[in-house]
């Protein structure tokens, strides 16, 4: 007889009979259409499979490093039923992600045209997956596949998952933000950019699209933010309603006719300061250039700006421009990596200048610096890719005022412009091993749960990094 406790209180336990089986389950823990059956000292009859209850209840027993018995998404369906999916799900999902003991755990490849053109990972560590002539492949929780389908366009460049049920995906070569229903392959609508009183604003393509706000946050119906771009480069930040998919508002309109107003390859939402953060960035014989801006999302205003090399906002590494930069969203800073001395810099969202850079330096294995560095936060950890390798920087626990206590962290190279960072509250380390990173630079980079999806130049399918179970065993 099988038995599984509930994520309450201990309870009634219910007895099931389960195709001849009989299993013993406390009532917390069971769907309510099984709950609410008159009581009776007759176990219920549940005319299902009992390996499939057994196989759940293993699982959700196991020790982490056992697998299942049956594929993971039969689990789960199973597991739905019976009101047990969150307890089968946390079984089967990674441990909190640390990037000082992630490791590569597998690699998902599609069955056909493996090579990624975007990646849109969600929150409870799903994934979707853009590849070859315009395909999407989903995964679950679990990272089984869910669907595979082809869309109408050529290339998918840009790729964001709309719970419950859809993807938002553009393409760098053809118009419009379109919503497929991923489970049925089915193309549900499509937002254009288009202004009646500017006839040069037509065909616009996307560019980016922020990433959705978390299950847990204060607005979850926040706008999708999408960067769209006509064909001669007038572009601006595009907000739609996520329920009718309609337009909404009109963010930081540029002309495009010059490096600093060309359009943002990344966007972020910044929902708890009413702030879009946007950056660009390019790259030629003369290195790097490009800028970062701040936009109100009333008013639409630019609040701050700084632009690299020279400009507003001038950076004293003048001729070390970035190469990336991202923001993560909790710490409310700003992160970039430096594309010739491949030094990381961080400055907080709270007490922005003209110069609000505090640079770290990790002392990276090679001399490649930060050329062709891709920069990513995700849980309040910073993962940059270099030539070398993947390094992950992380902040502190203690990150008290009186940091007299707290030891010096080699390589760091310049004293905080603030308060507020200190850069003896980083610490750093390389993820992958010298023979992880011969397998090519990474190309694309997005973390989502416990889990960080990795791509790689000239490479097939996705990597996926988890940190393990025994990570911080010690052995006896």
Partial sequence: MGTVGGAGKSGTVKQLNVGGKLFSLEASSLSLSLCLDSPSPTPTFVDRDPALLSAVLAAIRAPPSAGPAFPARVLLDEAHFYGLHAQLLAALSPPPLRGFSASLASTLSPASEPFPTALAPHHDGSL???????????????????????????????????PPGLVLLGSAAAPGLHAYDFLEGRHVASVQWFDPTDTRVSKAKVIAIAARPPADAADTNSPILATFECPHRENCIL?????????????????????????????????ALGLVFASFVSSGAFGYSGYMRLWDIRSGNVVWETSEPGG????????DPFADADVDVKQQAIYKVCSKSGDVAVADLRSLGNDPWVYMSSGPRG??????????CHQSQVFVSRKDGLEVWSRLEEQLHNTGDLPEQ?????????????????RSCYVDTEEDAKRGMIQMMAGGGDRLFVTREDM??????????????VSL
Avoid at 367 to 376: I, K
């Fill in 128 to 162: 979707c997956l853009a590849h070859g002539a315009g395909q999407v492949t989903c995964y679950s929780p679990a990272l089984d596949h869910l669907a595979t389908f082809r869309t109408h366009l050529h290339r998918i460049t840009s790729l964001r998952q709309l």
């Fill in 410 to 426: 080699s390589g760091t190279k310049e004293r905080p412009k603030s308060e507020e960072i200190d850069e003896r509250f980083y």
């Fill in 312 to 319: 507003a906002g001038r950076s004293s590494r003048f001729g």
């Fill in 239 to 271: 907000a739609v309603d996520p329920e009718t998919l309609k337009p909404t508002q009109e963010i930081g309109r540029q002309s495009g006719s010059a490096a600093k107003s060309s359009t943002p390859g990344r966007v972020v939402h910044l929902q």
């Fill in 460 to 473: 097939q399918g996705v990597e996926v990094w988890e940190t393990s179970h025994l990570a911080g065993a």
């Fill in 367 to 376: 001399s490649g610096g930060g050329y062709g560095s891709v920069l990513h």
